[in-house]
Every structure is written in structure tokens, then in C-alpha cells.
């Protein structure tokens, strides 16, 4: 039996946010999650979040995640008051726990599962990680003979200088026979430079204690400060870009563009400097992002371009290009061979597939065939001032430069709109509308004024 508990109710004081510290993101995902998800392979019998400081926050954040419990920690007085929350409600329980804390975001979920391998098979009463850093600043140290068994954690600022000479840290992850930790917990003193009940101090307490020293140490970072979250961040953004290079992507600039984590590539994607995909972004074959683009749960098709453009919740069609300088705003549908130009925004429409939509148009509420050719300035009037409409172009339809189309308002199949209209009226098929004040021509009119 396995319960997997995350200490999570720290204010994060030296962040200085509003924020509660293990609601920072890192790579579009917080650090709880990631936290969580390290844990992900070893499908526990019971996984609880120590929450506290905003724990409402947190645990509304965390609500999508089904199967969490969430204990209490209030006040919180240390790492080892906030492992007592849990005397009741495991009361019961018989197996290992596993203590993560919730500010070490990168760890592997291999290095966790080779963590829990290593506790069972030496029967130790806990085991931890730990990782030999060249600048431990901050960490706990710990003590150990060359045969792994540990005798104690102390913390930084508790540590002699000598003591403080061993690069040996503690990354915050353990592997408890529950049981013992239990026998102990309630003997935890105050009696430390901070004045809290020390997790690290149970080590010292159990009989057998053993350590796994992790060969790759950017795995342990914890973060309590905005320069590690920065840190993290960069070592993130490598192995995310370092990821899709092996699976085929070419990253022009790799350090100006940033990834997350649940974004996927197609082959032989180019991604051009200052170019950012943020959320859940799908990227057919050979597209070509960037330079300076923004792509938020994006979806394309094959062949796509985009090029200085910004594209969030909204699906691109094989061999469209996008941009430069257009807007693709929540439910863009376009579809395949389309062109979407310069200053162009397209909101909540769906664009069929070889439609142009060129030069400094917005598109908003609306339903394009197939081969528009949408004029350079044409504005949907999709709002008047109360409610949304919604504006229908039948296939192979042209609107003249600068048309203002006011929806509620149907255009039949093959129909041309003149330049500069205002149509307030439907179309049908293969008309052309006129809507714009006739030019009239006075002669010699500068002649004659006095
Ligand atoms: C802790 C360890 C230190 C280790 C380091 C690794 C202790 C005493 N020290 O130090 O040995 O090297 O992590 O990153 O454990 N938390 C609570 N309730 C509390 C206090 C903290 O839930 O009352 C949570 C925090 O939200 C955080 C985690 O515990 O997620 C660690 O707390 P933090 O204050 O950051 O500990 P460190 O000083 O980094
Ligand atoms: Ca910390």
C-alpha cells in the first residue's frame, strides 16, 4: 500500500506574491501539478495534498484532478507539523508514504519510481533523495556513511560552517514506512533557528534511514524564490525544446522561444525566433511559426505558416498562411489553402477552405464558403451595441474594398459586393450589390468660387 502526500500549505514568503507559492507556474503548468505528476506512475492508494495558506485556492485550482484528499494544515508551523495533519487521517493505514514537496517541479517520474524500488528492497524505515549540488545555499545537508545510511538532516541555517562544507542536500522527497514515521512525528521539537517542527528531524529519530543520491541534480531544485522560478523555467524550456529537436523540430533561436508542456509537433516544423506556444497547441507537418509569433491552443493542419501573427483557441487548415500581423481570436476556424493577411482579426467564424481574407479586415460572428475573396478594409458589423449577429458569405462571393457587411445579413453563393458598400440587406446568388452614395461630379467647381 502506497499514500502519496504533498506538502503544500506554505505562504511561500520569499516570493513575494500574492500567489500562493505552489500555484506558480512554470511552463503553463503550477508547481503542485507538476509536483503531482512526477508521482503519476505509481497509481497510490491514497494521494493527499496538505494545503493551508489560500488552501481554498489551491484546492479549487486542483479540482479538475480527480481523487484527491485534502488535509488541513492551519497554522503551519514546518514541514514536520504539517506530515502530523495526517496521524489522523491515516490512522489506519499500513504502507509506505511517500512525502513530496510541493515547490521541487522537475523531478522525473523514473527517478520518484526508482525512489519508492529502492525504499522496498532495503526494508530501510525511510529513504530520500538526495543530490550533491555545487552551490546547496539554502538546503538541508545531509549526513551519510559511504554505504547510503543517513544520521541526520540539518538545515542551513542550523548547520556550522563546517557543516555547511558538505554539498550533500536534501531535495525534499521521502520514502516512509508510515508506521514508524507515525511512532515518531508526535516527538518533533521547535528547537531549531526557525522555531517549526522539522520533517528533516525524524530522519535522525528512525533506526534505519537511507538516501538515493540523483546523478542528474537540476531534478531536486526547490523553489522558494523568483530567481529559481526563473532557473527552473530555462531548465524546463530545454528539455521541452531539446524533446521536440529529437523528434524533428528545427528551433531557429531555441533560447527566444518558449514551449509548454502540452504541445505537440508534427515532423519537420521550423520555429522561427521570439515565438511562444502556450497551452495545448497541436502543429501539423512542415509548418513554419515565427518569427514573433504567440500560438495558445492553437490547432494546424499541414504546411501552415504564420508569421508575426497571434493565434489563441482557434484551428488553421493545411497550407494556410497567417500573417504577417493578423489576429486569430477563440473559434477561428479557417480552413486548408486560405490566406489570412495583414491586419486581419478573425473572431468566432469559420472561414472555408481556399478563402482570402488579405488586408485589414475583421471577421467576427461569421460564415465564409468556399473561395472568398474578402476585399481589403471589409468589416463584419457583428454588434449593435446589445447582441453579437452573425454574417453568412455563400461560396466563390467577393466584397469590395472597404465594405461594411451590418449582421444580421446573408450573402448568396457568386455574389460581388462594389467597393465601399454598406449592406444592411441579403444578397442572393450571383447578384451584385451596390450600397453607397452615387458620386456627382460638379465642373469647374474650384473656378468658380469666389
Ligand atoms: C525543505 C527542507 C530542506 C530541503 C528543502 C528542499 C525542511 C525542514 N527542510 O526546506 O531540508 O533541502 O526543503 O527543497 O523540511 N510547507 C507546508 N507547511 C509548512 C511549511 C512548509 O506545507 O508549515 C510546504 C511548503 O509549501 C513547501 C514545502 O513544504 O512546498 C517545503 O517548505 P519550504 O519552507 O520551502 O522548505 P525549505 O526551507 O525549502
Ligand atoms: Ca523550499
Given at each position: 500500500m502506497l499514500a502519496v502526500a504533498v506538502l503544500a500549505a506554505g505562504k511561500g514568503t520569499r516570493m513575494k506574491s500574492a500567489l500562493p507559492k505552489v500555484l506558480q507556474p512554470l511552463a503553463g503548468a503550477t508547481l503542485v501539478e507538476r509536483v503531482l505528476a512526477s508521482a503519476g506512475n505509481l497509481l497510490p492508494e491514497r494521494r493527499i495534498l496538505i494545503v493551508g495558506h489560500q488552501a481554498g485556492r489551491v484546492e479549487q485550482q486542483l479540482s479538475l484532478i480527480g481523487g484527491l484528499e485534502f488535509v488541513l494544515q492551519?497554522?503551519?508551523?514546518g514541514t514536520g507539523h504539517a506530515v502530523q495533519q495526517l496521524l489522523t487521517p491515516l490512522q489506519d493505514f499500513e504502507g509506505e508514504l511517500l512525502v513530496l514537496n510541493g515547490d521541487v517541479p522537475l523531478l522525473r517520474a523514473e527517478t520518484i519510481d526508482q525512489l519508492v524500488a529502492t525504499h522496498r528492497d532495503s526494508g530501510a524505515d525511510v529513504t530520500l533523495l538526495t543530490a550533491r549540488l555545487k552551490d546547496p545555499t539554502g538546503y538541508g545537508r545531509v549526513f551519510a556513511t559511504a554505504d547510503g545510511l543517513v544520521s541526520a538532516i540539518v538545515e542551513h541555517r542550523d548547520c556550522s560552517e563546517q557543516q555547511r562544507c558538505n554539498n550533500l542536500t536534501n531535495a525534499g522527497i521521502y520514502c516512509f514506512n508510515w508506521c514508524k514515521l507515525a511512532a515518531v512525528l508526535p516527538t518533533l521539537s521547535t528547537d531549531n533557528d526557525q522555531g517549526e517542527l522539522y520533517l528533516t528531524d525524524t530522519v535522525g529519530m528512525l533506526d534505519r534511514a537511507m538516501h538515493l543520491e540523483v546523478l542528474d541534480s537540476d531534478e531536486v531544485n526547490g523553489i522558494n524564490n523568483r530567481r529559481q522560478l526563473a532557473q527552473c523555467e530555462a531548465l524546463l524550456q530545454q528539455r521541452l525544446k531539446e524533446h521536440w529537436m529529437d523528434e524533428g523540430v528545427t528551433f531557429i533561436d531555441p533560447d527566444s522561444c518558449s514551449l509548454s508542456e502540452t504541445c505537440q509537433f508534427g515532423r519537420d516544423v521550423v520555429i522561427e525566433a521570439q515565438t511562444h506556444l502556450r497551452g495545448t497547441c497541436r502543429i501539423g507537418d512542415n509548418c513554419r511559426l515565427g518569427p514573433g509569433s504567440l500560438l495558445e491552443n492553437a490547432v494546424l493542419g499541414d504546411g501552415v505558416t504564420v508569421l508575426h501573427s497571434v493565434i489563441n483557441m482557434a484551428e488553421v487548415g493545411s497550407n494556410t498562411t497567417v500573417g504577417p500581423f493578423a489576429h486569430l481570436r477563440p473559434a477561428a476556424a479557417i480552413g486548408d489553402d486560405c490566406k489570412i493577411g495583414n491586419f486581419v482579426e478573425v473572431k468566432k467564424s469559420t472561414i472555408a477552405s481556399g478563402s482570402k481574407v488579405n488586408h485589414l479586415s475583421y471577421i467576427g460572428d461569421a460564415e465564409l464558403g468556399t473561395n472568398v475573396n474578402v476585399g481589403a478594409g471589409t468589416i463584419t458589423a457583428n454588434y449593435d451595441g446589445v447582441n453579437k449577429h452573425r454574417t453568412v458569405i455563400g461560396d466563390d462571393s467577393k466584397t469590395g474594398a472597404n465594405s461594411v457587411l451590418v449582421a444580421p445579413i446573408t450573402l448568396g453563393k457568386s455574389v460581388t459586393v462594389a467597393a465601399g458598400s454598406t449592406l444592411t440587406k441579403n444578397v442572393a446568388d450571383g447578384a451584385l450589390a451596390i450600397g453607397r452614395a452615387k458620386q456627382m461630379i460638379k465642373e469647374n467647381w474650384s473656378a468658380a468660387k469666389p
Open positions: 492551519d497554522p503551519q508551523n
